[in-house]
């Protein structure tokens, strides 16, 4: 089966760094996505990752290893904004879009 | 100038009426989709819309049926509705064709259906 594997929850404090990781096992591999969806909201775009390597986009960052079926988002100089779920999702060999459930997490001050 | 809009964003219903979700994008895009998002936060594909194909999902009951009038609406109706189906519903558009390895979605904010 297919199986995207997150940590349910991760609390950070404000200015700090926090890194949250996404394992895959998936038929196939497209590319990777992060979003990120505030409570009561839709998700939003964050990163796209289909090389292997870091991709930086301002105070976020996405890493993917295909080999180990791994990716990362990096979030540095966290914001109290920042508190949300962020949700791993994998483009499989059919381009379905396979979701994780997604990682909470809180700042605090 | 909302990119993806969905209506209504909150329906409330008895069991076993018949309902519709309604979802626009003006976006120009090619592709739209609807999702479903349960209380564990798991957003399930249900379909895919890419202009000349619907794609559908084979877990999805056949209860649940989407309708496009043209290619920047995608509509739910969903008949006979059941206490599971309460969950929150969202509409997304991409600008690529479904088999797209780059396919950025754009998400609606959500319709959250509660089936009493």
């Known amino acids: ?109 | 100038d909302t990119a993806v809009s969905q209506t209504p964003k909150y329906l409330v219903t008895q069991m076993g009426n018949d309902k519709s979700i309604k979802c626009e994008q003006n976006l120009g895009h090619d592709t739209m989709y609807w999702y479903k998002q349960d209380s564990k936060k798991f957003l399930k594909i249900m379909f895919s819309y890419n202009n000349k194909e619907l794609i559908i999902n084979e877990t999805v009951p056949n209860r649940f049926s989407p309708k496009s009038p043209d290619k920047a609406h995608l509509n739910l109706h969903i008949n006979s509705l059941e206490l599971g189906d309460s969950a929150v519903y969202f509409c997304a558009s991409s600008p690529r064709a479904a088999d797209h390895s780059y396919n950025e979605q754009f998400f609606g904010p959500g319709t959250r259906l509660t089936v009493l």
Not at chain 1, 75 to 92: I, P, R, W
């Open chain 1, 1 to 109: 089966g297919q199986n995207i594997d997150q940590p349910t929850e991760m609390t950070a404090t404000e200015g700090a760094i926090v890194q949250i990781n996404c394992t895959y096992q998936t038929s196939g591999f497209n590319g990777l996505f992060w979003y990120q969806q505030h409570a009561g909201e839709a998700p939003t775009f964050l990163s796209y990752n289909v090389l292997d390597g870091l991709e930086e986009k301002g105070r976020f960052s996405s890493f993917l290893s295909r080999s180990k079926g791994y990716s990362y988002l990096l979030l540095k100089e966290l914001q109290m904004k920042d508190s949300a779920s962020y949700l791993c999702a994998v483009t499989d060999s059919n381009y379905q879009l396979i979701w994780g459930a997604g990682t909470k997490l809180i700042i605090k001050p």
